[in-house]
Structures are given as structure tokens and as C-alpha cells.
């Protein structure tokens, strides 16, 4: 891959990559503190008032960002910019909701576009290796859900 097959010359295309980074920052990317931290203090006995409440609302948090995802960014088209290969917009939202799959907290059921959106990208080449550390970081934990495995 060059660079511009991540972020492609078309103005049209930039433009919805840029779209979906403006709305990452205040969304997905929220996956990683407001579920991830949480649980992971919380196996460490060291839970925070505002973990407790984050730990309350995880299922709510997901499923708010998984309905966006199914109904905006992938409601017609396999990856979040319309093109028929990831773009920079789909790595860095598989960095934060592939972390939902593994945690075992993603619903493939209520969202079938975006269970074949990470679906696609799982099968991209390299996925494994570079997900092998996050994996065994959450199986030492006891977070990695068996189905992730």
C-alpha cells in the first residue's frame, strides 16, 4: 500500500475520511477510556468513581457507536470512506471498536453491516500479527473473550 491508497487524491473520498476522523475523536476512539480502562481497573481492584460509571454504561456506549457505524459510515458501502479498500477512517476505527470483538462485547446480531465491516478488515493481511500483543495482553487479564480467541 502507498499513502495514497490510505488517503486517496480524490477530493470526495478526503473529504469523507476527514469527516469520519472529525467524528472518531468524540466517539469511537472513546472505546479504549471509557471501556477498556475501566474494565482493566477493575480486574486490578483499582476502579474510580468515574469507571464505576463508564462500567454502567459500556453496553449503551457500544451500541450508540455500532448503530452510527451500521446506519452512517457503512450503511451502503464496505468501507467508511466508499471505497472498496480500507482507507486511513477504517484502521483507526478498527483500532477502537476491534477491541469490542475481542473483549467480547460487540452485538454481530443488531449489526450485521458493521460485523462484516470488522469482519473484512479481521482479514486483511498482517491482522493477526499485529494484534497478537493486544491479545495476550487481555487473555493474561482475563479479558480476551473465548470466542475472540
Not at 42 to 47: F, R, V
Not at 80 to 91: C, S, W
Not at 105 to 134: C, G, N, T
Request: with cysteine; net charge negative; glycine share 4%.
Amino acid at each position: 500500500h502507498g499513502w495514497t491508497d490510505l488517503f486517496p487524491q480524490d477530493l470526495h473520498t478526503r473529504a469523507k475520511i476527514n469527516q469520519y476522523l472529525s467524528w472518531h475523536h468524540s466517539n469511537a476512539r472513546r472505546v479504549t477510556p471509557q471501556v477498556l480502562v475501566p474494565l482493566l481497573n477493575s480486574k486490578a481492584n483499582e476502579i474510580t468513581p468515574q469507571d464505576e460509571i463508564y462500567l454502567k454504561n459500556i453496553d449503551t456506549f457500544i451500541a450508540k457507536n455500532a448503530k452510527l457505524l451500521e446506519t452512517g459510515f457503512l450503511a451502503d458501502k464496505p468501507f467508511i470512506a466508499g471505497t472498496d479498500a480500507p482507507t486511513l477512517a477504517d484502521y483507526v476505527c478498527y483500532c477502537e471498536m476491534g477491541q469490542t470483538v475481542l473483549l467480547g462485547l460487540f452485538d454481530s446480531v443488531a449489526y450485521p453491516k458493521l460485523a462484516a465491516w470488522l469482519a473484512r478488515m479481521k482479514s486483511l493481511e498482517h491482522h493477526d500479527e499485529m494484534h497478537a500483543e493486544l491479545s495476550s495482553f487481555l487473555a493474561n487479564v482475563g479479558l480476551l473473550a473465548s470466542k475472540a480467541a
